[in-house]
């Protein structure tokens, strides 16, 4: 039983390019979580999904990100112009129901040149 | 806003004793109190969590107390080991997870 997968696990980009990280959660779970975390800090809430439905992006910056996890294939991540603030490690987590267990992918560090 | 509280910021222990993390949080809402190890380089794993229903909770040598009136919370490690070496975050949650900003303990041999 795969867990959480996330790719790519690293992606250099240059400012103003975009960014797209993919997410696949474990085999039966249909919510999803993205979380940042910078250098030597805690992870930070981004956005919460279920099938083809934002629930609660209250953490995601207003501009440049997107998130979306269609009926068919994986969750993604769109950072779109990044700039060098955005470089951390993304990481997402998935649950079988909303009050269950979150279990981590092994995350996208995102490093922008 | 800082939801939750977490120390200490580092935590240097000898193998075979006790590492203590506390956090506080300040919403009572929160139903679900889970503790997350992370190595470097890879993404954090669940330990042992708990609801607040209970005060307490054991599985293997890690400890979680619950103290709901005080909004407390804390991890122990019994016999601590060399490779209990990590980051470790505590979290509150509702639906999505708010954590700590982490403890980096170093178990020495």
């Known amino acids: 039983n795969a867990g959480v997968m996330q790719n790519p696990r690293h992606l250099v980009r240059r400012r103003g390019q975009e960014a797209r990280l993919r997410c696949s959660p474990m085999?039966?779970?249909?919510?999803v979580y993205w979380y940042r975390q910078l250098p030597e800090e805690g992870l930070k809430f981004m956005v919460y999904l279920q099938k083809e439905n934002i629930i609660d992006e209250s953490g995601m910056p207003k501009e440049r990100f997107s998130a979306e996890f269609p009926k068919e294939g994986p969750s993604i991540l769109r950072i779109q112009q990044v700039v060098r603030g955005d470089s951390a490690a993304y990481f997402c987590?998935?649950?079988?129901?909303?009050?269950?267990?979150?279990?981590f992918g092994p995350g996208t560090r995102l490093l922008v040149l | 806003q800082q939801q939750v509280k977490q120390s200490p910021q580092s935590l240097i222990v000898q193998k075979g004793g006790i590492s203590i993390i506390n956090c506080a949080y300040e919403?009572?809402?929160?139903?679900?109190f889970p503790w997350y190890q992370q190595f470097p380089g890879k993404g954090p794993a669940l330990l042992i969590a708990?609801?607040?229903?209970?005060s307490e909770k054991k599985e293997g040598r890690f400890t979680i107390s619950f103290n709901k009136s005080a909004k407390q919370f804390s991890l122990h490690i019994m016999d601590s080991q060399p490779g209990d070496s990590a980051t470790y975050f505590c979290a509150v949650s509702r639906r999505a997870l708010t954590f700590g900003s982490g403890t980096r303990l170093q178990v020495q041999p």
């Open positions: 085999k039966g779970h249909s919510h």
């Open positions: 987590a998935s649950s079988s129901t909303a009050a269950e267990t979150q279990y």
């Open positions: 919403n009572t809402a929160f139903d679900y």
């Open positions: 708990i609801r607040p229903d209970v």
